[in-house]
């Protein structure tokens, strides 16, 4: 039966595109809007960078705000999920004195790698790099241009953070398929709602127990790119630590939301940022929702001593699923590397204190964010 649905899919797949590819070309004859270049945030070191964007037709969507209707949510979703791509674009990216030229792929999307021929000279985290859209272009209307922010850990770092996103920093409520689509449709940065202490457990993890080490955070997730803005959005509003945000095209099918794509999008993107700092340890969190704990074990067997904890939000309260998620744990302690099923968010920190990741007087101000959370809940 996988066999099965892997072709189904794969056929879908590439019908999707190619009607997606004709109706893009009819559609650009008659349409006369602007074109936007979407830089989203990426990260490197003194020597090389990941940066990822888009190129597309406007989308005409502005900010959120609280006043916001219910309609107005989901009129926006359908703007971001119904965003025309520039298939095959020509784009131009420049990072400190490097520029390179880059193709689009047929969704308008854009990675690369950027090597630097000679070491950047910054002392600052965040880095400048523009994205200029060289073609298609349209008479009359000017070329479009962005500039993103490269993530450049501080030198002060004792180890980085990567994060989960959905379930884990925000409710989603993903292992629900009705209240996660009723989630993202109807809400928007200022609705949705952070997991209680969750902004004040991360800043206590980016600060560390100096209380100044700027521990950088990355997070990754399986949601898609087009809702970048509205998580972005979110974090700044509920003071979530910024970082890179890594997500991945949602492509049309059978397979689109399957376990294996989540599992393999998430540890591809692990593994990029594991082997960009090599003398980083990394903290590792996630929840029960999904296969965290499953993508993290692999993680901590291809890079050994380099996880220092993995801290796992039970979310499903299923007996079962919490069992096999302690086994997990017992498994990793023979690696030296600890995971902790943890019920809310203070939890976890009491572990971080106990393990001189953070600062104990980081505490009280971690349980009284969970409570003015869970009260605003």
């Known amino acids: ?23 893009r ?49 989901l009129m926006n979703t359908y703007r ?23 193709k689009a792929d047929d969704e308008g999307f854009f990675t690369a790698r950027l090597d630097l021929a000679a070491p950047l000279s910054t002392s600052s985290e965040w880095n400048a790099y523009h994205v200029d859209l060289l073609a298609p272009s349209r008479p009359g209307l000017d070329r479009a241009r962005q500039t993103g ?47 209680p202490g969750v902004a004040a457990f991360y800043q206590a993890l980016r600060n560390g127990v100096s209380g100044d080490e700027r521990n950088p955070v990355f997070y990754v997730s399986s949601s898609p790119w087009n809702i970048y803005d509205v998580i972005t959005e979110f974090m700044d509003l509920r003071k979530v630590p910024r ?10 099918g059978f397979g689109a939301l399957s376990s294996t794509r989540h599992f393999d999008h998430k540890g591809a993107s692990i593994r990029t940022i594991l082997q960009l700092y090599p003398d980083l340890p990394f903290i590792l969190l996630g929840d029960t929702s999904q296969h965290d704990p499953e993508i993290y074990r692999q993680i901590v067997h291809e890079f050994p001593g380099r996880v220092r904890a993995i801290y796992i939000r039970d979310v499903t309260r299923n007996a079962d699923r919490s069992a096999a998620v302690q086994r997990l744990a017992e498994e990793l302690r023979a690696s030296h590397a600890s995971l902790v099923l943890a019920e809310d968010t203070v939890g976890a920190a009491m572990h971080a204190v106990e393990q001189g990741l953070i600062r104990d007087n980081a505490l009280p101000a971690i349980r009284e964010e969970k409570r003015e959370d869970e009260t605003a809940g």
């Open 1 to 23: 039966m996988r066999n099965w649905l892997g072709e189904i899919d794969s056929l879908l797949g590439e019908i999707d595109r190619t009607v997606r590819g004709a109706a």
């Open 25 to 73: 070309t009819v559609r650009s004859a008659f349409d006369e809007g602007p074109f936007e270049v979407l830089a989203y945030r990426g990260f490197g070191n003194t020597t090389s960078a990941y940066v990822y964007g888009r190129a597309q037709e406007n989308r005409g969507v502005g900010p959120s705000n609280p006043s916001h209707s219910a309609l107005d949510n």
């Open 80 to 102: 971001r999920a119904q965003s025309h791509p520039l298939a095959f674009a020509d784009l131009a990216v420049t990072f400190g004195s490097l520029s390179v030229k880059l």
């Open 149 to 195: 922010e490269i993530l450049i850990p501080a030198s002060s770092a004792r180890f980085g953070v990567i994060s989960d996103i959905d379930d884990t920093v925000i409710q989603s409520r993903v292992s629900n398929f009705l209240e996660a689509a009723r989630t993202v449709m109807l809400g928007n940065a200022h609705t949705r709602l952070p997991f």
């Open 243 to 252: 970082g890179p945000v890594l997500l991945r095209d949602w492509d049309i």
